[in-house]
């Protein structure tokens, strides 16, 4: 084992992102010990209007049993009109299907809170100043 002493700790971009798949390899490398080596899959939800065009979607990663959305959007113009409920309900469904446990996701003030609280979501944490006057709210959705 190498002492800290002996490293030489850098700070820099990582533009292609070859260090960061590293890192996330030592991790999922250690944590393998303790829950083995799960699958990540990812997972794209669109809404096309008849043209085509992105109306919306959503964007996540399965594993562990759990569904982590990282961004749903819908175009302005769509807004309020049930498509943002169609693409989470989509989503939850094929979560389900392999037999998830639930989804998790964080939102920001300004965005869509109470959207998610009517289907369903509880908030389990929030964080303020992130970004720098409002607060990101951590929810989750358990299927059980």
């Known amino acids: 084992m190498c002492p800290a002493s002996t490293v ?19 991790l999922r490398d ?8 799960p699958s990540w899959v990812p997972l794209v939800v669109t809404a096309l209007d008849g043209s085509d065009e992105l109306a919306g979607g ?5 594993g562990l049993g759990w569904l982590h959305v990282s961004m749903l959007a819908v175009s302005p113009e769509r807004r309020r009109t ?4 169609q ?11 392999r037999g998830g ?13 109470g959207f998610y609280e009517r289907h369903g ?3 389990f944490g929030e964080q ?9 709210y951590y929810l989750e959705k358990r299927f059980d």
Do not use: C, S
């Open 121 to 123: 979501y509880r908030k």
């Open 87 to 97: 693409l989470l309900e989509q989503a939850e469904v094929w979560t389900k299907q």
């Open 8 to 26: 030489h700790i850098a700070v820099e971009p990582d533009l292609n992102g070859e260090r960061a798949l590293a890192i996330r390899e030592m």
């Open 128 to 136: 303020a100043d992130n970004p720098p006057g409002y607060t990101r």
């Open 101 to 113: 446990m639930g989804v998790h996701l964080d939102t920001i003030e300004f965005q869509a809170l």
């Open 58 to 62: 959503l964007v996540g990663e399965y």
């Open 30 to 37: 250690y944590n393998a010990r303790f829950i083995g080596r």
């Open 82 to 85: 049930g498509i943002g409920a």
